[in-house]
């Protein structure tokens, strides 16, 4: 379960902000082939009024919202942060930054829990991501420490 406010659809996908106790942390790109239900009642109405009203949750750059699919990516990867991936089955995780978007799959340049890069990009099928955050408080937080 996570809490958040949906923003748009891009194709197989959810944009979405993600809220923690009135704190922005983040967005992500969901899969919508993970997603079992989505609940919005009276309470998420006054939820997302109350964060709206207090400026908690910034919206994307309006160029990314214009994109479409894969070009999301592409978006996602001029942005100075890095991008946490997590695979549908929650076996897979990276966090670096984007290397090549592909047709079919995306390229990561990522590193392990230590800090250490990986020697070489790594792959994962569009049809395998289950989750994409970025410009969230675990992403910049490793790109603060990584590039001070």
Same mark, same amino acid.
């Given at each position: 379960?996570?809490?958040?406010?949906?923003?748009?659809?891009?194709?197989?996908?959810?944009? #979405?902000?993600?809220?923690?106790?009135?704190?922005?942390?983040?967005?992500?790109? *969901?899969?919508?082939?993970? #997603?079992?239900?989505?609940?919005?009642?009276?309470?998420?109405?006054?939820?997302?009024?109350?964060?709206?009203?207090?400026?908690?949750?910034?919206?994307?750059?309006?160029?990314?919202?214009?994109?479409?699919?894969?070009?999301?990516?592409?978006?996602?990867?001029?942005?100075?942060?890095?991008?946490? *991936?997590?695979?549908?089955?929650?076996?897979?995780?990276?966090?670096?930054? *984007?290397?090549?978007?592909?047709?079919?799959?995306?390229?990561?340049?990522?590193?392990?829990?230590?800090?250490?890069?990986?020697?070489?990009?790594?792959? *994962?099928?569009?049809?395998?991501?289950?989750?994409?955050?970025?410009?969230?408080?675990?992403?910049?937080?490793?790109?603060?420490?990584?590039?001070?």
């Amino acid at each position: 379960n996570i809490h958040c406010v949906i923003h748009d659809e891009i194709e197989d996908w959810y944009l #979405v902000e993600e809220i923690s106790d009135f704190h922005f942390d983040g967005y992500a790109l *969901i899969s919508k082939d993970t #997603v079992s239900k989505c609940r919005y009642d009276k309470n998420d109405k006054t939820f997302e009024d109350i964060i709206r009203k207090s400026g908690i949750s910034p919206t994307p750059p309006p160029d990314m919202i214009q994109t479409s699919g894969n070009d999301f990516f592409t978006a996602i990867a001029t942005l100075d942060t890095y991008i946490s *991936i997590e695979s549908c089955d929650e076996d897979r995780f990276m966090i670096g930054t *984007i290397y090549k978007v592909g047709t079919t799959r995306l390229l990561m340049n990522h590193f392990r829990a230590d800090g250490t890069w990986f020697k070489r990009p790594t792959g *994962i099928d569009y049809s395998e991501i289950g989750r994409a955050c970025f410009l969230d408080e675990y992403g910049s937080s490793w790109y603060a420490y990584k590039n001070s």
